[in-house]
């Protein structure tokens, strides 16, 4: 079956440094992948989405990678802030939509 | 303002008694869906719909009936609800966008439900 795992422990950084958030799919070839933000009690904000035939994609600080062999998405946040704390969910589109579990972020100033 | 809204936010029942919960959004969107969140599963769908005469099972379907008879609107109703449904519950909408390149999900606020 179709399976999405993000890294299930939270994430500590500290101010300024960059966060790496990883997704990771199998049984899947989705027509793109998408990052979300969501924050406590809230539902999910759209941050990025990248298709099957693009390597990267930015916007402001934050960075999408996806490597359809690895099947493995990376989510960068560059000079990272406290504002940044939250969890960062990623989802497979295609007709359906498949989200990992969701990585809590903890940026520390 | 663009917007899904849900209603209602906020909801205690009892086994059996039947429910539903609204979702609209004013942003003319074609795909609507429906999902619910527990904690260490993420979110999980529960329909979907692509427009207002295709509507589809998502992942976890069972338990729940949805209506789309109109563009706007996509209510999902609990006929007989179960301790096993309390969870939070997420509508959302979405069409294609020409930034992103692709469908960017709006969500609601969110309808939290508990069924005793």
């Known amino acids: 079956s179709q399976k999405i795992e993000q890294n299930s422990e939270a994430l500590n950084i500290q101010e300024g440094k960059t966060a790496t958030l990883t997704c990771n799919y199998t049984?899947?070839?989705?027509?793109?992948l998408q990052w979300y933000r969501q924050d406590p009690g809230r539902g999910p904000v759209f941050l990025l989405l990248?298709?099957?035939?693009?390597k990267e994609k930015r916007k402001e600080r934050l960075k999408v990678t996806f490597d359809t062999t690895l099947k493995q998405s990376l989510f960068h946040i560059t000079a990272s802030q406290p504002a940044d704390s939250a969890t960062y969910l990623c989802a497979l589109r295609g007709f359906k939509t498949i989200f990992g579990a969701g990585t809590r972020l903890f940026v520390k100033a | 303002e663009a917007q899904v809204t849900q209603n209602p936010r906020y909801l205690i029942t009892v086994t059996g008694k039947k429910l539903t919960v609204t979702c609209s959004q004013n942003m003319n969107h074609e795909y609507m869906s429906w999902y619910r969140q527990d904690p260490g599963l993420g979110l999980r769908q529960i329909y979907y719909s692509m427009n207002v005469e295709v509507t589809d099972k998502g992942d976890v379907p069972e338990g729940y009936k949805v209506s789309r008879k109109e563009k706007r609107n996509f209510p999902l109703i609990l006929e007989s609800p179960s301790p096993n449904q309390t969870s939070l519950y997420f509508c959302?909408?979405?069409?294609?966008?020409?930034?992103?390149?692709?469908?960017?999900?709006?969500f609601g606020p969110g309808t939290r439900l508990t069924v005793t």
């Open positions: 990248i298709r099957e035939n693009e």
């Open positions: 959302a909408s979405s069409a294609p966008s020409r930034t992103s390149g692709g469908y960017e999900q709006y």
């Open positions: 049984n899947y070839s989705p027509a793109y």
